[in-house]
Nanobody, 114 residues
């Protein structure tokens, strides 16, 4: 199982970015999927997660600005990020739970300039 994240980049404050994370391999149906982020010198923090039934949870710092969604048929999780702030700058990682194992994708850099 491999997770491939994409969509990061450089954007001005107030801008928009959309991340995606696609899973590949001989799989059918992930459980919980999530996005984490890690800013320089800080630990990784949960940004948002989504269950197989579609229930979602968000970090307080991104509520109302970020939206997590998933396409079960494509085993892909998305993160739409609106009204970006400089403090959203971080490396963003996706993960997915499959048959009791947590898989991580490579990070994608998001940089928000002021």
């Amino acid at each position: 199982v491999q997770l491939q994240a994409s969509g990061g980049g450089l954007v001005q404050a107030g801008g928009f970015l959309s991340l995606s994370c696609a899973a590949s391999g001989s799989i059918f149906g992930f459980g919980l999927m999530a996005w984490y982020r890690q800013a320089p010198g800080k630990s990784a923090d949960l940004v948002a997660r989504i269950g197989s039934g579609g229930s979602t949870n968000y970090a307080n710092s991104v509520k109302g600005r970020f939206t997590i969604s998933r396409d079960i048929a494509k085993n892909t999780v998305y993160l739409q990020m609106h009204s970006l702030k400089p403090e959203d700058t971080a490396v963003y990682y996706c993960n997915a739970l499959y048959q009791g194992t947590l898989y991580w994708g490579q990070g994608t850099q998001v940089t928000v300039s002021s």
